[in-house]
């Protein structure tokens, strides 16, 4: 691969205009067809086949009309008198009637009739319950506490929801001018006194990748890359590629809503992995290329090819870790998921090939300017031998005199780190756990404060009653629903709606505690638990559905898709490090590594974020897909930094040098890219920390965590630690393994050098440029 990838880099450095002109084309081809195809991505996170969405087509097929919890695009605006008043007392009940007009001026309402205030739909949605309920056979006492259940005025008056939904198939699809003019009649119901909030699906504004957080991680970026190479030039050379490689990454992600459902996240997630990994590929290539440029005596031409052909080919595979961790999302048999992650591979896949063909293309182009534009003069200490002194020698050799100290204190700091994990708590974002300075979290705590936490999370028992003979089917309706208010949790059960012949009937229970609750995904539980006896029981069949049962659900199915996506993609990358390092130790020490790692970078996620440690948020569950996203990102860039340290620790000891001080030479060549390159990367992820949406929050900061932890405490640490202590039985293979494994040539042993691998002088450059070690 090395030889093939060394022709590459020599053609596309030779031939730059057609590579250049080739990746322009590109950029303008997908951005054209990304804005001529694109379709509104969605926020819905369902899965096919778990039992909430079964009960949900069960649901569906008894009730026509009715709409998926999942799909419902709500709005819930909540307004609350001051302390000590009520809605029906003037002014304030002139000022709901104002706004139920502005409600029902609003765009792209379904129906526009059905918009009421809280006081008078209370009234007359209680005289029609109480006196169904009491048809029923129920006692006065037991309709009226079912009529204040569903009422949407509280017991004291003060606080009253106007709910309504919007004729739209998806969130996306609400206009910003409906935004814009139920945010206005919020306003107008504030200025006279009331307290106006709003929920829902259909409240919520989307959000568009774009905007500081990437302004700020490519700043940073900037700032690191001038420290590493002390020229302005060449400094802005990976930023270009990254963004090259982004914008065509993001554009097929456009293009690919036209053929299959993609979260709103999808684009953010993919532009904060393309920044980072396309930054990071171009450093190590045009590092390489740096260096080389004193070995070849300033052969421009040779020196790209052989900085593609070894340094490119730690990042083919580097790549291939990534697009495997990533594309392998989709084996875990979750559309939203694999759709992300497919999307996410795609995007390194480009950022791969950009640093392959774009950069040297660049650099044929530049040729003697690429490092132009000097801020700063590098001129490293060098041994008596000539060979460089730098922070990565002095730290290997540190490593080098105390490898079991190191070792141990890297275990124990990532194992201290990783306990709080054990509190790990997941569930998908919810108006309850947004953040306090946001009127969803506002509604969602006026509501919960004037009718209990368990209004916002519902569940729906749906009752197939076909089975079962006309007059026994009230029965069992009745059966159902006094089975479900004798649980321990239920706040309240009701039949809310029987379709037309009387086959079906919708039982909605109220908990007593919150969506995010886990006592209700333990009642949840016990309801799922006693299914089969109650049916049995009343001859029927159900299912339990609604919003909140099926973002259990969802978390259920993440979270056991954990344990079958770790072992795929260790498995398989495991395979591949193998062929790499042709090794079996070297491997094996890098994912243990990586698991150090990923527990403790979930460690400290659940302390920031769960449990709001350091108020950086307020604290609520993690995202339930945040853990497999990030084992199938961090496990990508963790091989990255061990492909990029070991290959030329490997590199040097291929080369005739003692396993101890090949350590060290790998180190002296790799460690200060790889420090820079890991900085960038925490520095791009980190900036996402500053966004409002929770989920790129908590994803920005976990994935700046678990790059410090792995770049620093396990690649920069306990790997070396290891390889030392494992002296040259880290390279051990069966021979039978060695004869069968393909020989991928990642040192570059059979490209032309016929020069030594330890330089031991700087010579001049040509066309005066410098080429600092």
Same mark, same amino acid.
């Given at each position: 691969?090395?030889?093939? *990838?060394?022709?590459?880099?020599?053609?596309?450095?030779?031939?730059?205009?057609?590579?250049?002109?080739?990746?322009?084309?590109?950029?303008?081809?997908? &951005?054209?067809?990304?804005?001529? *195809?694109?379709?509104?991505?969605?926020?819905?996170?369902?899965?096919?086949?778990?039992?909430?969405?079964?009960?949900?087509?069960?649901?569906?097929?008894?009730?026509?009309?009715?709409?998926?919890?999942?799909?419902?695009?709500?709005?819930?605006?909540?307004?609350?008198?001051?302390?000590?008043?009520?809605?029906?007392?003037? =002014?304030?009940?002139?000022?709901?009637?104002?706004?139920?007009?502005?409600?029902?001026?609003?765009?792209?309402?379904?129906?526009?009739?059905?918009?009421?205030?809280?006081?008078?739909?209370?009234?007359?949605?209680?005289?029609?319950?109480?006196?169904?309920?009491?048809?029923?056979?129920?006692?006065?006492?037991?309709?009226?506490?079912?009529?204040?259940?569903?009422?949407?005025?509280?017991?004291?008056?003060?606080?009253?929801?106007?709910?309504?939904?919007?004729?739209?198939?998806?969130?996306?699809?609400?206009?910003?001018?409906?935004?814009?003019?139920?945010?206005?009649?919020?306003?107008?119901?504030?200025?006279?006194?009331?307290?106006?909030?709003?929920?829902?699906?259909?409240?919520?504004?989307?959000?568009?990748?774009?905007?500081?957080?990437?302004?700020?991680?490519?700043?940073?970026?900037?700032?690191?890359?001038?420290?590493?190479?002390?020229?302005?030039?060449?400094?802005?050379?990976?930023? $270009?590629? %990254?963004?090259?490689?982004?914008?065509?990454?993001?554009?097929?992600?456009?293009?690919?809503?036209?053929?299959?459902?993609?979260? %709103?996240?999808?684009?953010?997630?993919?532009?904060?992995?393309?920044?980072?990994?396309?930054?990071?590929?171009?450093?190590?290539?045009?590092?390489?290329?740096?260096?080389?440029?004193?070995?070849?005596?300033?052969?421009?031409?040779?020196?790209?090819?052989?900085?593609?052909?070894?340094?490119?080919?730690?990042?083919?595979?580097?790549?291939?870790?990534?697009?495997?961790?990533?594309?392998?999302?989709?084996?875990?048999?979750?559309?939203?998921?694999?759709?992300?992650?497919?999307?996410?591979?795609?995007?390194?896949?480009?950022?791969?090939?950009?640093?392959?063909?774009?950069?040297?293309?660049? #650099?044929?182009? +530049?040729?003697?300017?690429?490092?132009?534009?000097?801020?700063?003069?590098?001129?490293?200490?060098?041994?008596?031998?000539?060979?460089?002194?730098?922070?990565?020698?002095?730290?290997?050799?540190?490593?080098?005199?105390?490898?079991?100290?190191?070792?141990?204190?890297?275990?124990? #700091?990532?194992?201290?780190?990783?306990?709080?994990?054990?509190?790990?708590? +997941?569930?998908?974002?919810?108006?309850?756990?947004?953040?306090?300075?946001?009127?969803?979290?506002?509604?969602?705590?006026?509501?919960?404060?004037?009718?209990?936490?368990?209004?916002?999370?519902?569940?729906?028992?749906? /009752?197939?009653?076909?089975?079962?003979?006309?007059?026994?089917?009230?029965?069992?309706?009745?059966?159902?629903?006094?089975?479900?208010?004798?649980?321990?949790?239920? %706040?309240?059960?009701?039949?809310?709606?029987?379709?037309?012949?009387?086959?079906?009937?919708?039982?909605?229970?109220?908990?007593?505690?919150? =969506?995010?609750?886990?006592?209700?995904?333990?009642?949840?539980?016990?309801?799922?638990?006693?299914?089969?006896?109650?049916?049995?029981?009343?001859?029927?069949?159900?299912?339990?559905?609604?919003?909140?049962?099926?973002?259990?659900?969802?978390?259920?199915? $993440? !979270?056991?898709?954990?344990?079958?996506?770790?072992?795929?993609?260790?498995?398989?990358?495991?395979?591949?490090? /193998?062929?790499?390092?042709?090794?079996? $130790?070297?491997?094996?020490?890098?994912?243990?590594?990586?698991? *150090?790692?990923?527990?403790?970078?979930? !460690?400290?996620?659940?302390?920031?974020?769960?449990?709001?440690? &350091?108020?950086?948020?307020?604290?609520?569950?993690?995202?339930?897909?945040?853990?497999?996203?990030?084992?199938?990102? /961090?496990?990508? #860039?963790?091989?990255?930094?061990?492909?990029?340290?070991?290959?030329?620790?490997?590199?040097?000891?291929?080369?005739?040098?003692?396993?101890?001080? %090949?350590?060290?030479?790998?180190?002296?060549?790799?460690?200060? /890219?790889?420090?820079?390159?890991?900085?960038?990367?925490?520095?791009?992820?980190?900036?996402?920390? *500053?966004?409002?949406?929770?989920?790129?929050?908590?994803?920005?900061?976990?994935?700046?965590?678990?790059?410090?932890?792995?770049?620093?405490?396990?690649?920069?640490?306990?790997?070396?630690?290891?390889?030392?202590?494992?002296?040259?039985?880290?390279?051990?293979?069966?021979?039978?393994?060695?004869?069968?494994?393909?020989?991928?040539?990642?040192?570059?042993?059979?490209?032309?050098?016929?020069?030594?691998?330890?330089?031991?002088?700087?010579?001049?450059?040509?066309?005066?440029?410098?080429?600092?070690?």
């Amino acid at each position: 691969m090395a030889t093939l *990838l060394h022709r590459l880099g020599r053609t596309a450095y030779r031939r730059w205009p057609a590579f250049v002109v080739g990746w322009l084309v590109l950029l303008v081809a997908v &951005g054209g067809l990304a804005g001529a *195809l694109h379709k509104p991505m969605t926020n819905t996170l369902s899965i096919p086949g778990i039992p909430s969405e079964r009960a949900a087509d069960l649901q569906k097929e008894l009730f026509p009309h009715a709409v998926d919890a999942a799909n419902e695009v709500n709005v819930n605006v909540v307004v609350a008198a001051p302390q000590g008043k009520s809605l029906a007392d003037a =002014p304030y009940a002139g000022a709901v009637a104002a706004l139920v007009g502005d409600l029902r001026a609003l765009p792209q309402l379904a129906s526009a009739d059905r918009i009421a205030g809280p006081v008078e739909a209370s009234a007359a949605q209680a005289q029609q319950l109480v006196q169904a309920s009491v048809a029923a056979g129920m006692t006065q006492q037991q309709a009226e506490a079912n009529a204040q259940a569903l009422s949407p005025l509280s017991q004291d008056g003060r606080t009253g929801t106007i709910s309504f939904d919007f004729a739209v198939e998806t969130q996306a699809d609400v206009a910003d001018a409906t935004h814009v003019a139920l945010d206005d009649a919020l306003a107008k119901t504030r200025a006279a006194g009331l307290t106006a909030e709003a929920n829902g699906t259909g409240a919520q504004a989307g959000f568009e990748a774009g905007g500081s957080a990437e302004v700020v991680g490519v700043a940073i970026a900037l700032g690191v890359l001038l420290l590493t190479f002390g020229s302005l030039v060449a400094a802005g050379l990976p930023i $270009l590629t %990254a963004l090259v490689g982004v914008g065509v990454g993001v554009g097929g992600i456009e293009i690919l809503t036209r053929f299959m459902d993609i979260t %709103a996240t999808t684009p953010l997630l993919a532009t904060m992995i393309g920044l980072a990994v396309g930054i990071d590929y171009t450093l190590f290539i045009l590092a390489r290329y740096r260096s080389e440029l004193e070995r070849t005596n300033g052969d421009r031409q040779e020196a790209i090819g052989i900085a593609v052909g070894t340094a490119g080919t730690a990042v083919v595979f580097a790549g291939l870790t990534v697009l495997i961790a990533l594309a392998f999302l989709s084996v875990v048999g979750i559309p939203f998921l694999g759709a992300m992650g497919i999307a996410a591979a795609a995007t390194v896949l480009v950022a791969v090939l950009v640093a392959l063909t774009l950069l040297p293309a660049i #650099l044929g182009m +530049l040729k003697s300017k690429a490092f132009a534009g000097r801020v700063r003069k590098d001129e490293p200490k060098r041994e008596a031998d000539g060979r460089v002194i730098n922070n990565g020698t002095r730290w290997a050799r540190f490593v080098r005199r105390w490898p079991i100290p190191v070792a141990l204190l890297a275990v124990v #700091l990532l194992g201290a780190l990783a306990l709080p994990a054990r509190d790990l708590h +997941l569930a998908l974002p919810s108006d309850s756990t947004a953040s306090s300075d946001t009127s969803a979290r506002r509604a969602s705590d006026l509501m919960s404060e004037a009718f209990g936490p368990g209004r916002e999370g519902p569940l729906l028992v749906v /009752v197939d009653a076909r089975s079962v003979d006309a007059a026994d089917r009230p029965a069992a309706f009745g059966g159902v629903v006094a089975w479900a208010s004798g649980q321990p949790g239920v %706040a309240n059960a009701q039949v809310v709606g029987q379709n037309a012949d009387g086959t079906g009937a919708q039982v909605l229970i109220q908990p007593t505690t919150g =969506p995010d609750d886990t006592a209700t995904s333990t009642l949840l539980g016990k309801l799922r638990d006693q299914q089969a006896s109650i049916e049995q029981k009343t001859g029927t069949t159900i299912g339990v559905t609604g919003l909140t049962a099926i973002q259990t659900d969802v978390s259920d199915k $993440l !979270g056991a898709a954990l344990p079958v996506y770790l072992a795929i993609v260790i498995g398989l990358a495991f395979v591949l490090l /193998v062929l790499v390092f042709r090794s079996i $130790l070297v491997p094996l020490t890098a994912t243990l590594g990586f698991l *150090l790692s990923i527990l403790a970078t979930l !460690g400290v996620t659940v302390q920031a974020f769960q449990k709001g440690t &350091g108020g950086l948020v307020e604290g609520a569950p993690i995202i339930s897909f945040m853990p497999v996203f990030l084992i199938g990102i /961090v496990f990508g #860039l963790a091989m990255d930094y061990q492909v990029f340290l070991v290959t030329r620790v490997r590199e040097a000891h291929v080369h005739g040098m003692a396993m101890r001080d %090949a350590v060290v030479d790998g180190f002296r060549q790799s460690a200060r /890219v790889v420090a820079a390159a890991a900085t960038i990367m925490t520095a791009v992820f980190a900036a996402f920390i *500053l966004m409002d949406e929770p989920i790129i929050k908590s994803m920005g900061f976990a994935l700046a965590a678990a790059v410090v932890l792995d770049a620093f405490v396990v690649r920069m640490a306990l790997i070396p630690a290891l390889l030392y202590l494992m002296g040259d039985k880290a390279w051990w293979l069966p021979r039978w393994l060695d004869r069968v494994l393909p020989d991928v040539d990642v040192e570059g042993e059979k490209l032309p050098r016929p020069y030594v691998v330890h330089a031991e002088a700087t010579p001049a450059a040509p066309d005066g440029e410098t080429v600092p070690a």
